[in-house]
């Protein structure tokens, strides 16, 4: 079965304006990973331009935090609380050097989506609000005075919009070379659809949150909503620099092997995405009239499903042309119909499922395909241990990958089916070892992954193997060369 990699995607806007003031200190950031997305709004304060400085800074030292974090080796949270600190320290380590910006500060408020997770960490009173089904909730709380008046009972929350000490803030980035940092992990299970909105308090001082949630529900797209939320600001007189980073969610993507679909009934389509989807497979929906040429802009296909009940002729001509064409020639086609006969489809390189069969098949026959079409790779292991890391890895490449314990069935497979590369997990015999899946497999190369097996790479030469790696990533990488390669 194919790994069920899945990264979130979302369409992210972020616009800034100055409002009323004659300079903006306002910041924010949008980045898109591939299986991550960050977005932020960092509002500055501080004479002679320090502001605008300090918000860039912290704007900069998230940047560089995420992508230095693109395999996300830390949590969300850990993620989100090391790189505001590492944003606080260098505003005020800048601060020290430049007596001229001392004092300069900004608030901060960052997001991150990992799959269908949204994470929030913030300094200060910049704000996230999750907008779901025309509803508004307000995800961070202000480190303010007046947010503790109230908190307190001392005043309504409608009563800090007028509040003299409205603007007080007790926490910001830059005021020392530590800051404790509000991190809530894990705080959303993302829903399709869902909007995420992160804003400086010049938009919150003048709209308020039922007025931002119907602005979302009216408009819908991130960027006339960004547009329309500055727009309102400034008619109300903008008192303020103004910003906001408006994230819709759209689901997640899967990452396994690429199926193309060509079919224009939107139900028989729903079906094959949600069934192929949930098994870990990426779907690309085609309609028939102009399928071959699409198939060349779109994502290469592992496998090639074909269904039009109402015209099987048609079925057999896109089968016919696919199979004709020198870039799909070697891809797998899978025919959905109940009039094409089988034997008309072998002619056209077909296999054929009919609509009784659908439900029940379609999963075993798609793996089967597309693994029947993959380069080959097999892993010797016979303690059964070797990191599944691995073969995830090298499955997400298109390989396909089979495990073996035994060494006289890892020769009798090699016999008829041949493989494209061999992994041995192995540590004792690595001699024989190598010398009889040599035999077997000729130039195919050899790599060795366990820890210790041999001292290095020169050892591993010496004992009849090519390349000696434990890192499951430098192994995958290694793999996809050398089947490139000899490709």
Same mark, same amino acid.
């Given at each position: 079965?194919?790994?069920?990699?899945?990264?979130?995607?979302?369409?992210?806007?972020?616009?800034?304006?100055?409002?009323?003031?004659?300079?903006?200190?306002?910041?924010?950031?949008?980045?898109?990973?591939?299986?991550?997305?960050?977005?932020?709004?960092?509002?500055?304060?501080g004479?002679?331009?320090?502001?605008?400085?300090?918000?860039?800074?912290?704007?900069?030292?998230?940047?560089?935090a995420?992508?230095?974090?693109?395999?996300?080796?830390?949590?969300?949270?850990?993620?989100?609380?090391?790189a505001i600190?590492?944003?606080?320290?260098?505003?005020?380590e800048?601060?020290?050097?430049?007596? /001229? +910006?001392? %004092?300069?500060?900004?608030?901060?408020?960052?997001? $991150? *989506?990992?799959? !269908?997770?949204l994470?929030? #960490?913030?300094?200060?009173?910049?704000?996230?609000?999750?907008?779901?089904?025309?509803?508004?909730?307000?995800?961070?709380?202000?480190?303010?005075?007046?947010?503790?008046?109230?908190?307190?009972?001392?005043?309504?929350?409608?009563?800090?919009?007028?509040?003299?000490?409205?603007?007080?803030?007790?926490?910001?980035?830059?005021?020392?070379?530590?800051?404790?940092?509000?991190?809530?992990?894990?705080?959303?299970?993302?829903?399709?659809?869902?909007?995420?909105?992160?804003?400086?308090?010049?938009?919150?001082?003048?709209?308020?949150?039922?007025?931002?949630?119907?602005?979302? /529900? +009216?408009? %819908?797209?991130?960027?006339?909503?960004?547009?329309? $939320? *500055?727009?309102? !600001?400034?008619?109300?007189? #903008?008192?303020?620099?103004?910003?906001?980073?408006?994230v819709?969610?759209?689901?997640?993507?899967?990452?396994?092997?690429?199926?193309?679909?060509?079919?224009?009934?939107?139900?028989?389509?729903?079906?094959?995405?949600?069934v192929?989807?949930?098994?870990?497979?990426?779907?690309?929906?085609?309609?028939?009239?102009?399928?071959?040429?699409?198939?060349?802009?779109?994502?290469?296909?592992?496998?090639?499903?074909?269904?039009?009940?109402?015209?099987?002729?048609?079925?057999?001509?896109?089968?016919?042309?696919?199979?004709?064409?020198?870039?799909?020639?070697?891809?797998?086609?899978?025919?959905?119909?109940?009039?094409?006969?089988?034997?008309?489809?072998?002619?056209?390189?077909?296999?054929?499922?009919?609509?009784?069969?659908?439900?029940?098949?379609?999963?075993?026959?798609?793996?089967?395909?597309?693994?029947?079409?993959?380069?080959?790779?097999?892993?010797?292991?016979?303690?059964?241990?070797?990191?599944?890391?691995?073969?995830?890895?090298?499955?997400?490449?298109?390989?396909?990958?089979?495990?073996?314990?035994?060494?006289?069935?890892?020769?009798?497979?090699?016999?008829?089916?041949?493989?494209?590369?061999?992994?041995?997990?192995?540590?004792?015999?690595?001699?024989?070892?190598?010398?009889?899946?040599?035999?077997?497999s000729?130039?195919?190369?050899?790599?060795?992954?366990?820890?210790?097996?041999?001292?290095?790479?020169r050892?591993?030469?010496?004992?009849?193997?090519?390349?000696?790696?434990?890192?499951?990533?430098?192994?995958?990488?290694l793999?996809?060369?050398?089947?490139?390669k000899?490709?």
């Amino acid at each position: 079965m194919p790994p069920k990699r899945t990264k979130p995607k979302v369409t992210a806007i972020g616009m800034t304006d100055p409002g009323s003031r004659t300079h903006n200190e306002d910041g924010f950031l949008s980045i898109q990973g591939t299986y991550q997305h960050i977005f932020a709004v960092c509002d500055g304060m501080g004479g002679h331009a320090a502001g605008e400085v300090a918000s860039q800074m912290a704007v900069e030292a998230l940047k560089k935090a995420f992508v230095s974090d693109r395999d996300m080796h830390r949590s969300s949270g850990e993620f989100l609380g090391d790189a505001i600190s590492s944003a606080n320290y260098s505003i005020y380590e800048d601060g020290q050097a430049h007596p /001229e +910006r001392a %004092g300069m500060g900004s608030t901060c408020v960052v997001g $991150l *989506i990992r799959g !269908t997770r949204l994470s929030v #960490g913030h300094v200060g009173d910049s704000r996230a609000y999750l907008i779901r089904g025309g509803g508004i909730r307000q995800l961070t709380r202000d480190h303010s005075f007046v947010e503790e008046m109230v908190k307190a009972g001392m005043i309504t929350p409608h009563e800090t919009h007028s509040n003299p000490q409205r603007n007080v803030i007790l926490q910001s980035l830059g005021r020392g070379d530590g800051v404790n940092v509000d991190v809530a992990e894990d705080a959303v299970a993302l829903r399709t659809g869902d909007y995420v909105l992160l804003c400086s308090d010049g938009l919150t001082a003048v709209v308020a949150d039922q007025e931002i949630a119907e602005t979302i /529900e +009216r408009l %819908g797209e991130p960027r006339l909503v960004a547009e329309e $939320l *500055i727009e309102l !600001t400034n008619r109300r007189g #903008g008192p303020d620099n103004v910003t906001v980073v408006c994230v819709r969610y759209d689901g997640v993507v899967s990452e396994g092997p690429p199926i193309a679909v060509i079919c224009d009934d939107a139900n028989a389509n729903d079906l094959y995405r949600l069934v192929l989807q949930r098994d870990g497979y990426s779907v690309d929906v085609y309609s028939p009239a102009n399928a071959v040429l699409d198939l060349h802009i779109g994502t290469a296909p592992r496998l090639i499903i074909i269904e039009h009940n109402d015209d099987p002729s048609l079925v057999l001509d896109i089968a016919a042309h696919v199979g004709e064409t020198p870039e799909f020639a070697r891809v797998p086609m899978l025919i959905v119909s109940d009039e094409v006969k089988l034997d008309e489809a072998g002619k056209v390189g077909a296999r054929v499922l009919t609509s009784r069969q659908l439900l029940t098949n379609l999963v075993p026959t798609v793996r089967e395909l597309i693994e029947s079409n993959s380069p080959r790779i097999y892993a010797l292991d016979p303690s059964g241990a070797q990191n599944a890391e691995i073969e995830s890895l090298l499955r997400a490449d298109g390989y396909a990958v089979t495990r073996q314990t035994s060494l006289d069935v890892l020769l009798e497979r090699i016999k008829t089916h041949p493989a494209r590369l061999l992994l041995l997990h192995v540590t004792e015999d690595l001699e024989f070892i190598c010398a009889s899946v040599r035999e077997r497999s000729g130039a195919c190369p050899i790599v060795l992954t366990a820890e210790g097996a041999v001292s290095d790479a020169r050892a591993a030469y010496a004992v009849g193997a090519d390349y000696y790696l434990t890192r499951p990533r430098d192994i995958a990488s290694l793999a996809k060369m050398l089947i490139q390669k000899a490709s």
